[in-house]
């Protein structure tokens, strides 16, 4: 594991600083929905994407994997989108 | 039954060493549960007005010592309590609720209609509004978060405040809304009269005409503004509603990713699939952000 991280440590620490900088701007922009919004669909949009050059990097993309990113990022969107609706 | 629960969150040789709740057919199904859920809310708000919603206890002097507050760290003057601008408040507010509006135009009406309403002749005029917050500070809060509101309360041509703080239902939900005008009269026998009146906006000030008109000074109103409560009844809001749904169920698809991970390092299974790792850093990501997520509209 530990091994793992350390040989895609570029890898992690760009995933890593991208979900950082996704709360503090969810956090930041309250009050201010549209920001939020835009902020959230980033987050999301950014960890689909992230999933998809990781494992191409590690050259084991399959479509299964594409689809297993784009739903989980698709289910964090709603979740905080409808989040802020309902604030 | 428990060999249905372990095919639906343990990796095991009938869920192809992936718990099924991991599939992405599960998943899917996940998304549309999330979506019936918030489709299911709308439409209880709407059938059955006031069941979600919460009324706050919120004391309008306790707004206007938080503006004044944050007057003061800047080096300005507080500003006084004017009764008729907190009568123009309450009635913006009554407006709202009576016909389900969440805007600065409010059935065609501007803010400044009821500046005018309660006799006010402003010099500079200004309206800020929040809704479903819990309690005065994070209110304020928000509105030093944005920077329009903060204009506002960071003005220094304001000298008066008006304030209501008003329970109802809105859009079918039991809320609080916070109605916060300012403004500056036009000086004691000298005032000035709207030569172009700009349209209402969100947090906007505006000034009127340069042109003075001698007119007669108001006569102070004596008016005391009650803070109406609406009975208190313990009673959930959409927004916590859909706040402890959303982490139940996160909470449960972390857990299942660990549970997922460990079994699968320990058999040492290969499988295609994405990275349980990177899911449940990113699911906390989430979780933190539901969990501190808090109710409040400004506009």
């Given at each position: 594991m530990l091994k793992t991280l350390y040989h895609n440590r570029i890898y992690y620490l760009i995933l890593f600083s991208g979900l950082i900088l996704g709360l503090v701007a969810f956090f930041g922009f309250f009050g201010l929905p549209k920001l939020r919004q835009e902020a959230v669909i980033g987050l999301c949009l950014f960890y689909f994407l992230w999933g998809i050059a990781h494992h191409l990097w590690e050259k084991n993309l399959h479509i299964k994997i594409v689809i297993e990113y784009l739903l989980i990022a698709a289910i964090a969107c709603i979740i905080l989108l409808s989040l802020i609706w309902r604030a | 039954m428990l060999k249905y629960l372990e095919f639906l969150f343990l990796p095991h040789s009938k869920n192809n060493h992936k718990p099924k709740v991991l599939h992405p057919s599960s998943l899917l199904i996940l998304l549309f549960i999330i979506g019936f859920f918030q489709v299911s809310l709308t439409l209880l708000t709407r059938l059955y007005p006031g069941v979600l919603g919460f009324a706050a206890n919120i004391q309008p002097e306790r707004i206007v010592a938080l503006t004044n507050e944050q007057r003061n760290g800047q080096g300005m003057g507080s500003l006084t309590i004017n009764p008729s601008l907190s009568e123009a408040a309450r009635q913006k507010a009554s407006e709202m609720f009576t016909f389900g509006c969440w805007s600065h135009n409010c059935n065609g009406r501007s803010p400044w209609w009821f500046f005018k309403n309660v006799s006010y002749n402003y010099l500079y005029a200004g309206e800020n509004l929040a809704k479903d917050f819990g309690d005065a500070e994070t209110a304020v809060s928000a509105w030093m978060d944005s920077p329009t509101h903060r204009d506002n309360i960071l003005n220094?041509?304001?000298?008066e405040i008006g304030i209501a703080v008003v329970d109802g239902t809105l859009n079918g939900e039991e809320t609080t809304l916070i109605v916060q005008l300012f403004g500056t009269p036009a000086k004691a026998q000298v005032a000035t009269l709207p030569a172009a009146e700009k349209t209402a906006v969100q947090g906007e000030q505006i000034k009127e005409g340069e042109s003075p008109l001698v007119l007669e000074a108001q006569t102070p109103q004596i008016l005391i503004m009650q803070n109406?409560?609406?009975?208190?009844?313990p009673k959930i809001s959409s927004f916590d509603l859909t706040k402890w749904f959303y982490l139940s169920l996160i909470l449960l698809m972390i857990i299942v990713f660990v549970v997922d991970a460990l079994i699968i390092s320990h058999k040492q299974i290969v499988r295609i699939s994405g990275k349980s790792f990177v899911h449940i850093s990113f699911f906390i990501i989430i979780l933190i952000s539901i969990l501190l997520s808090k109710a409040g509209r400004i506009i």
């Amino acid at each position: 594991m530990l091994k793992t991280l350390y040989h895609n440590r570029i890898y992690y620490l760009i995933l890593f600083s991208g979900l950082i900088l996704g709360l503090v701007a969810f956090f930041g922009f309250f009050g201010l929905p549209k920001l939020r919004q835009e902020a959230v669909i980033g987050l999301c949009l950014f960890y689909f994407l992230w999933g998809i050059a990781h494992h191409l990097w590690e050259k084991n993309l399959h479509i299964k994997i594409v689809i297993e990113y784009l739903l989980i990022a698709a289910i964090a969107c709603i979740i905080l989108l409808s989040l802020i609706w309902r604030a | 039954m428990l060999k249905y629960l372990e095919f639906l969150f343990l990796p095991h040789s009938k869920n192809n060493h992936k718990p099924k709740v991991l599939h992405p057919s599960s998943l899917l199904i996940l998304l549309f549960i999330i979506g019936f859920f918030q489709v299911s809310l709308t439409l209880l708000t709407r059938l059955y007005p006031g069941v979600l919603g919460f009324a706050a206890n919120i004391q309008p002097e306790r707004i206007v010592a938080l503006t004044n507050e944050q007057r003061n760290g800047q080096g300005m003057g507080s500003l006084t309590i004017n009764p008729s601008l907190s009568e123009a408040a309450r009635q913006k507010a009554s407006e709202m609720f009576t016909f389900g509006c969440w805007s600065h135009n409010c059935n065609g009406r501007s803010p400044w209609w009821f500046f005018k309403n309660v006799s006010y002749n402003y010099l500079y005029a200004g309206e800020n509004l929040a809704k479903d917050f819990g309690d005065a500070e994070t209110a304020v809060s928000a509105w030093m978060d944005s920077p329009t509101h903060r204009d506002n309360i960071l003005n220094n041509k304001y000298k008066e405040i008006g304030i209501a703080v008003v329970d109802g239902t809105l859009n079918g939900e039991e809320t609080t809304l916070i109605v916060q005008l300012f403004g500056t009269p036009a000086k004691a026998q000298v005032a000035t009269l709207p030569a172009a009146e700009k349209t209402a906006v969100q947090g906007e000030q505006i000034k009127e005409g340069e042109s003075p008109l001698v007119l007669e000074a108001q006569t102070p109103q004596i008016l005391i503004m009650q803070n109406q409560i609406i009975n208190n009844l313990p009673k959930i809001s959409s927004f916590d509603l859909t706040k402890w749904f959303y982490l139940s169920l996160i909470l449960l698809m972390i857990i299942v990713f660990v549970v997922d991970a460990l079994i699968i390092s320990h058999k040492q299974i290969v499988r295609i699939s994405g990275k349980s790792f990177v899911h449940i850093s990113f699911f906390i990501i989430i979780l933190i952000s539901i969990l501190l997520s808090k109710a409040g509209r400004i506009i």
